[in-house]
Nanobody
Framework: QVHLVESGGGLAQAGGSLRLSCAASRNVFSINAMAWYRQAPGKQRELVARIISGGSTNYADSVKGRFTISRDNAKNTVYLQLNSLKPEDTAVYYC?????????WGQGTQVTVSS
């Protein structure tokens, strides 16, 4: 099993930055894929960024060039750096892990961007 704990959300102004952290209960290098999703009020949960065990990453078109996903194997942590924030980035951000044919989710962290 994989236990995920997010942190780092909060309030930011448009154009500002935040960094989200997702601490995993096992080595992130051993996890098939980790990702960040987000869900805004009244909308479906959507993929924001993903990193697979080999290190490849992919991003939603809406965040390319602004957000960066990375991992620290020594700290068992995956990060999401959010730059050039926009009000439409406001959402609850969830950490996700795919491991051994199972899926795991964190509890979510709120990101609010004011205009």
């Amino acid at each position: 099993q994989v236990h995920l704990v997010e942190s780092g959300g909060g309030l930011a102004q448009a154009g500002g930055s935040l960094r989200l952290s997702c601490a995993a209960s096992r080595n992130v290098f051993s996890i098939n894929a980790m990702a960040w999703y987000r869900q805004a009020p009244g909308k479906q949960r959507e993929l924001v960024a993903r990193i697979i065990s080999g290190g490849s990453t992919n991003y939603a078109d809406s965040v390319k060039g602004r957000f960066t996903i990375s991992r620290d194997n020594a700290k068992n942590t995956v990060y999401l750096q959010l730059n050039s924030l926009k009000p439409e980035d406001t959402a609850v951000y969830y950490c996700y892990a795919q491991y051994a044919l199972s899926e795991y989710w964190g509890q979510g962290t709120q990101v609010t961007v004011s205009s």
